[in-house]
């Protein structure tokens, strides 16, 4: 599909906490969920289904964009359809938009962008790409009914998590009785669990790295067999201990170019 369809094929589809306590385990709202019974005939279908398995399967479908040995559903659980799991659901309807680190008005292209950069420590994808058309399907699909412009209901977002001081000491507990066994004690990860630090994890830049970030995640999330089990106070000192090793770092001037097209290509 041709990068100018993008627009038109997105439009389609759109058209068609700071927390102090210990919340229960359940889900603020209902997930969503993919309907493949509503998918579009034709190549467009084929395209949602595709970004659904990228998302799933990031490093073996994106292998030339992907250093770090992750998958896009490690931060977007349930391919991006749980509430604070990094949900995908309205979120094609709030683009474009201004982006305070990019100092720019920015697209769900570039956004996408930003996660093979930061989270995947990678590179992007050309905007023309099956894959990232693939990706803005699967993301605008989940976004239709949403008005354009519209909030997504904030208790579908992360959680913030900011109360002050670590205590890394605990927080190295709650790791070693939690995590390290999906995670493993060196934070590298596994074929199935993603690692937490090391040259193979998210970089410096990704919004990961934010500790309030990660502790929200954590405290909805994980760990997988238990999520929601987590105090916050477990959450955001093990977010710390996590954010205490090394990872690599955002090479901010690193170049990216994505191939030339001939003007009969648009």
């Given at each position: ?145 949403t008005p354009i ?64 970030t990660m502790a ?48 009969k290509f648009f």
């Open positions: 599909m041709k990068r100018g369809l993008v627009a038109v094929f997105a439009a389609a589809f759109l058209a068609g906490c700071a927390s102090g306590g210990s919340q229960s385990a359940a889900s603020p709202v209902p997930q969503a969920t993919f309907d493949t019974a509503g998918l579009p005939p034709g190549e467009p279908g084929v395209l949602i289904r595709y970004g659904r398995e990228i998302v799933n399967h990031t490093r073996a479908l994106m292998q030339p964009y992907v250093v770090a040995n992750m998958d896009c559903a490690a931060c977007h659980v349930d391919a991006g359809l749980r509430p604070r799991g990094g949900s995908f659901v309205g979120i094609a309807a709030q683009f474009p938009q201004w982006n305070k680190r990019a100092k720019r008005t920015i697209a769900l292209q570039d956004r996408l962008a930003e996660c093979f950069l930061y989270s995947m420590n990678g590179r992007p994808p050309p905007y023309d790409s099956r894959e990232m058309i693939a990706l803005v399907s699967y993301i605008t699909y989940l976004s239709r009914g412009g519209a909030k997504p209901d904030p208790q579908t977002r992360l959680a913030s998590i900011a109360l002050g001081t670590p205590n890394l000491k605990h927080g190295s507990d709650v790791y070693a009785a939690k995590c390290s066994k999906c995670h493993l004690a060196s934070g590298g990860g596994t074929s199935i669990y993603p690692p937490l630090w090391g040259a193979k994890s998210f970089n410096a830049g990704a919004g990961m790295h934010r500790i309030t929200g995640f954590v405290r909805y999330n994980m760990p997988q067999d238990a999520p929601g089990t987590l105090t916050d106070r477990e959450a955001y000192d093990v977010s710390a201990y996590v954010l205490g090793h090394a990872r690599p770092k955002f090479q901010r001037n690193r170049v990216v170019a994505f191939p030339a097209q001939p003007a």
